[in-house]
Structures are given as C-alpha cells and as structure tokens.
T-cell receptor, first 114, second 112 residues
C-alpha cells in the first residue's frame, strides 16, 4: 500500500512555543490530506482538510490561527501548532488518500506541551 | 455532517470466541465504510472495508455487514486470538477523496 510518513513521531515543547509537524506521501501524490487529533482513549477527530495550493478547510471549533496548515506541494502538508499550551498535548495524525477509497495514515506525532 | 456511533466501547472475549462490534451512521449519502485497528500509540490500520452496493464482505476471520436501510454496519471477528486485542474504529465516508468520520472506538480484549 501507499506510504505516508509523519515527522516527528514525538515532541516535547515549552508552553508558548510553536511546533511544526510534517506529513509526506512518499510514493504517491496527494492533493488532499487530513489532519486528526486524538486524545487518550478517544476517537480520531478531524481538525482540518488540507488542500494542495489552496487554503485548508477547518472543522467547527478548530482555531485556524492556532493550527496553521500549509500544503505547498502534492507530497507535503505541514501542521504548525502555534503558541502551544498543555491542553494542546495530544496525538496528531495525518492521512492522505492513496487511492480513491483508502486513506493511509502517518505514524502520528505525540505532542507534549510542558 | 456525518455522525457515527459505535458500540460497545469495551469488549472482552475468550480466545477462540467471536467478537461483534456495531456501528450506526446518520448521513444516508455515505457509501464507504472502513474499519480500522489501532494498537496503543500507533497509527490506525485498515482491516476491512465495505461499499454501499455490497451487503457483506469477508476476509478470513473478519467479516463486515452493511444494512443501508437501517444505516447499520457491523464487524465480526471469529476465532479471536490475543493479537486481535486493540482498539477498533468504524468509519463512514462519502467515498472518493472525502473525509472519514470515525466512530468512538471499541477496545477489544481477547483473553488467552
């Protein structure tokens, strides 16, 4: 199957700093990528849809100025958590449509804000 | 938007028994229903999926059924093994390159 690589796999940062997470499709082009957040023992909640060459579409309740998404190429989308706070600590995971039916997920990024 | 409900939230079965997880969805336009297995701290892995034009699909010990009229779909795992222990998520999508809406998850524990 298609490969989606996410980096870093884990990061610890100080409160108030920004963190960038990368999501790459390694062997296919993805015009659309999705960013999810998963709190412990909870489901994956869609944060935003990242569209190559255009603005991301954010889900209701997700602050676009806090979670900056850039999808500058067909193989890379980035999520930047700006001015991170402890409540932003979570598992962030991206997915890309490797085929018309199946979404392939990155490994996920465990963010801890201290 | 789509809303997917999943039951039960936890399920314990003896090794060798069957496990059934049930989901309902709200958007009648959804036509693609994947199931994912997620081990602790890892990414979700697709284990089986079904489209709206099919009522049942089977892959070895795993099967999925879909009732479009009732907007229900279920995952059946037979002859469960300890390595089946994980969190399972159902999901619904409009298909194509559309977003996937996940259920709340079921933590399956297979007791040796």
């Amino acid at each position: 199957g298609a490969v989606v690589s996410q980096h870093p796999s884990w990061v610890i940062c100080k409160s108030g700093t920004s963190v960038k997470i990368e999501c790459r499709s390694l062997d296919f082009q993805a015009t659309t990528m999705f960013w999810y957040r998963q709190f412990p023992k909870q489901s994956l909640m869609l944060m935003a849809t990242s569209n190559e060459g255009s603005k991301a579409t954010y889900e209701q309740g997700v602050e676009k100025d806090k979670f900056l998404i850039n999808h500058a190429s067909l193989t890379l989308s980035t999520l930047t958590v700006t001015s991170a706070h402890p409540e932003d600590s979570s598992f962030y995971i991206c997915s890309a449509e490797g085929s018309i039916t199946e979404a392939f997920f990155g490994q996920g990024t465990r963010l801890t804000v201290v | 938007g789509e809303n997917v409900e999943q039951h039960p939230s936890t399920l314990s079965v003896q090794e060798g028994d069957s496990a059934v997880i049930k989901c309902t969805y709200s958007d009648s336009a959804s036509n693609y229903f994947p199931w994912y297995k997620q081990e602790l701290g890892k990414r979700p892995q697709l284990i089986i999926d079904i489209r709206s034009n099919v009522g049942e699909k089977k892959d070895q010990r795993i099967a999925v059924t879909l009732n479009k009229t009732a907007k229900h779909f279920s995952l059946h795992i037979t002859e469960t093994q300890p390595e089946d222990s994980a969190v399972y998520f159902c999901a619904a999508s409009l298909g194509g390159y559309q977003k996937v809406t996940f259920g709340t998850g079921t933590k399956l524990q297979v007791i040796p």
